[in-house]
């Protein structure tokens, strides 16, 4: 357990400058078939003072119930949601759309598959949905989601910058805050996320890493002409 700790004592250490929210996503829980594991998820919740989001094997009221017990502020559903998209409801009425966060992992078809739209997988990637993405972005805002957690399967892990497309796309069809995720590689990439639409943006190598630290990057944004939350 000390090493989701640690990170996140590490990422908030410079106070404001630091990071303005963590997300942990265990994202072989539901391919596991297991719940979410809560006693690293209370440690971390007693070491920070910001915003947490979890996810990863989340099925069910009972399952979110414990999250938040454990202290996180938000429950993140991917792969239960897509499964019984009505539990988005079920948690919204229980907790408060601001609980509740959609995580939608993204791949684009290729030309063989259909048009270049995108597709939702679940699964951590591995499992194809058949769901348009856009349109199960829709549906699962208008079932009560508050939040996207949108991550682009095709550029997670490669450092070639986040899908903008994707993101503009999202950000025309609803009107929740996206965080967008997958492929940062330098700063200049979030940027260009929050030019797209996106109201935050994610990264975890690149952080884990040390190639920039979140002080770093939000210099670089308030540099930019952006709002950002502990510079001047």
């Known amino acids: 357990f000390g090493l989701p ?3 996140a ?3 908030t250490a410079e106070g404001a400058a630091g990071a303005d929210e ?3 996503l265990d994202i072989a829980a ?6 979410p594991e809560l006693e690293w998820i209370e440690r971390v919740a007693e070491s920070v003072f910001i915003p947490l989001t979890v996810g990863g094997g989340v099925r069910t009221l009972d399952d979110a119930r414990d999250l938040l017990a454990a202290g996180a502020d938000k429950v993140a559903l991917n792969s239960a949601a897509v499964a019984r998209p009505h539990l988005l409801t079920e948690l919204a009425e229980r907790y408060g759309r601001q609980c509740v966060v959609l995580s939608v992992d993204v791949r684009r078809r290729l030309p063989a598959e259909g048009d270049g739209s995108w ?3 679940t699964q951590g990637g591995r499992q194809k949905t058949g769901l348009d993405a856009l349109a199960w972005i829709a549906e699962g805002v208008e079932r009560g989601a508050g939040e996207l957690l949108l991550t682009s399967i095709d550029r997670d892990g490669t450092g ?3 899908d903008c497309a994707l993101i503009a796309a999202v950000a025309a069809r609803v009107n929740v805050p996206i965080i967008a995720s997958g492929g940062a590689g330098a700063a200049s990439d979030f940027a260009a996320a929050l030019a797209a639409g996106a109201a935050a943006v994610l990264a975890a190598g690149l952080f884990h890493r040390q190639e920039l630290s979140v002080s770093e990057l939000k210099r670089y944004l308030a540099a930019q002409g952006l709002s950002v939350r502990g510079v001047s």
């Open 30 to 35: 539901s391919h596991e078939r297991r719940g």
């Open 160 to 162: 070639e910058g986040f």
């Open 119 to 121: 597709e939702v997988v």
């Open 9 to 11: 004592k590490r990422y």
């Open 5 to 7: 700790v640690e990170a």
């Open 22 to 24: 963590l997300v942990f």
